[in-house]
């Protein structure tokens, strides 16, 4: 049996246009026979519509400005928690999970859309302070691949004396040798293509104004460029879910955390792991791009940079690579992210909404969780199984 739904979408006019309506017929088989409407295109709302899409469902997404442009862009692209030691059972399973998946993932988007995310299995250099002995019991424990004492691979000893050896040779620096780094911009540009590829609709500078509700459900969403209605509607608005989802956001507490980013550029890739002391890290990348965050400001929809922090991160960053001295500045840049209690985003069905759900609040770890991420709302919504247990990640809504 077959059933067809369709998009409908009102212009301002609010006249019917047809156009942008997707009718799908399908049933019997492992398509799905729904249409979504996904709001808000950084790098979850584009997961999530990518998975979706691959599975024959009909996928809108609604984004206020442009296609990934604000905190996915703004990320350092490392697929780690800084210090994952330091993190909740919660967290290490989502992004355990997404790092398992996230090889496999980038380059299938780069096969299908000739981008290629650089993705990289950089390591990850941890200096002091930290406690180093409960950092490897945890890694230990986690089954996390950790290195002390470590030999500097042949192939990364050229690039190395730029950090200068009594940083790298002290007594209790790490290395994670595992851990991957992918190149953001890139990665969004790829996932982008690949939803045009499947036959995503990607609507942009359409902020959505409103969610209108009736009967247990959302029946339409009002928005800057006209009504949309669909099956079911999934919030992916990073720092904005909230204001979003208005009077049903209910208990929710996601909120934006201003980070700020420096970028340098060497005429060679000038480090080969990550190098990360407290909340400060250098990302190269493989054209000599060097990355240096990131703070951690609440300062509400502040997308300001500021000297303070350019100075902090700076000078902090100098310490461990004296030749930055010489390096003019190339770029320097805030982004907000979507800020979560514990760093627990909250994924799947709205508790009182049966046709809304939300994939939002990954904090500082985002790119990393996005693959896990949107596995995870795709079990809920098609009835699979999950990977583990994922009633912590509805504890956000607060009641
Ligand atoms: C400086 C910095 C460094 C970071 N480093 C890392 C890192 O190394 N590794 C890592 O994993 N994560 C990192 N992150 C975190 C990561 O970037 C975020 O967790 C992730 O980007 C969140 O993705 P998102 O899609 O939820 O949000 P966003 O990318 O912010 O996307 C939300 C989208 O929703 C749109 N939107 C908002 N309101 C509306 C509306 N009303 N209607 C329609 N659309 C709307 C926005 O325009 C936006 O495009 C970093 C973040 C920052 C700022």
Known sequence: ????????????SYQTVPMIGQIIRMSGNNEMNQDF??????????????????????????????????????GGGILSPLCPWNYSDEVTRLTSYSASLFAAWVHSLHAASGIDPEYEVSGMLVLPPFDAHAAQQWCVAHEVKV???????????PSFPIIGRDVWE???????????????????????SRVKALGGHIIEQCAVHDIVTGSGQVQTLTTACG????????????????????????????????????????????LRPILLQDNLYLIYRRDGHLLIGSTLEDVGFNKQTTIAAH????????????????????????GLRPASPH????????????NLYINSGHFRYGVTMAPASASILLNEITGMPQPFDVAPYRAGWGI
Not at 40 to 63: K, N, Y
Not at 147 to 157: I, R, Y
Request: charged share 15%; net charge positive; no cysteine.
């Open 147 to 157: 290195e002390k004492n470590f030999s500097v691979p042949s192939a990364t000893v």
């Open 227 to 270: 009504t949309f209605s669909a099956q079911s509607y999934i919030v992916t608005a990073g720092a904005w879910s909230k204001q979003v989802l208005g009077q049903h956001a209910l208990n929710l507490n996601i909120k934006p955390m201003r980070g700020q980013m420096l970028l340098f550029k060497f005429a060679a890739a000038p």
């Open 37 to 74: 409407i996904v709001i808000g295109a950084g790098i979850i709302g584009l997961a999530t519509a990518e998975r979706l899409l691959a599975q024959g469902a009909a996928v809108t997404i609604l984004e206020r400005g442009k296609v990934g442009q604000e905190s996915s862009w703004a």
């Open 170 to 192: 002290q007594d209790d620096v790490l290395l994670l040798p595992e851990v991957a780094q992918v190149r953001n911009p890139r990665l969004l540009r790829a996932l982008r």
């Open 343 to 354: 760093n627990i985003p909250t994924i799947g069905r709205h508790p009182q909404l049966d």
């Open 311 to 334: 100075n902090d991160l700076f000078e902090r960053a100098q310490r461990l690579v004296p030749a930055l001295g010489n390096m003019p500045l190339m770029q320097h840049w805030a």
């Open 1 to 12: 049996m077959y059933e067809t739904f369709r998009l409908a979408y009102y212009a301002q």
